[in-house]
Nanobody, 115 residues
Framework: QVQLVESGGGLVQPGGSLRLSCAAS????????MGWYRQAPGKQREFVAH???????TYAGSVKGRFTISRDNAKNTMYLQMNSLKPEDTAVYYC?????????WGQGTQVTVSS
């Protein structure tokens, strides 16, 4: 059973930075693609970034150039470095892992960008 645990969320001022982590257990982490999604109040969950097993990355247009997704296969952990944060980045951020059987999700971590 795959378990994903996000951490690193919090309250930050506009223009600030945060780094989210997603720790994975129970799977062959290094061979599976992973991603970050977010859901703001009253909105649907939306794609943020994706990273394949070989490190190829994809970003939503709204975060490209500000966010960086990465992974450390030795630590079974994925990261999302978020810079130049804006109030519209406020949301619960979820990580996921894509396995041949199914997609697994973490419980989410709140990010609030406000002065």
């Amino acid at each position: 059973q795959v378990q994903l645990v996000e951490s690193g969320g919090g309250l930050v001022q506009p223009g600030g930075s945060l780094r989210l982590s997603c720790a994975a257990s129970g799977s062959s982490f290094s061979i599976n693609a992973m991603g970050w999604y977010r859901q703001a109040p009253g909105k649907q969950r939306e794609f943020v970034a994706h990273i394949t097993s070989d490190g190829t990355t994809t970003y939503a247009g709204s975060v490209k150039g500000r966010f960086t997704i990465s992974r450390d296969n030795a630590k079974n952990t994925m990261y999302l470095q978020m810079n130049s944060l804006k109030p519209e980045d406020t949301a619960v951020y979820y990580c996921n892992q894509l396995t041949p059987a199914k997609v697994y999700w973490g419980q989410g971590t709140q990010v609030t960008v406000s002065s």
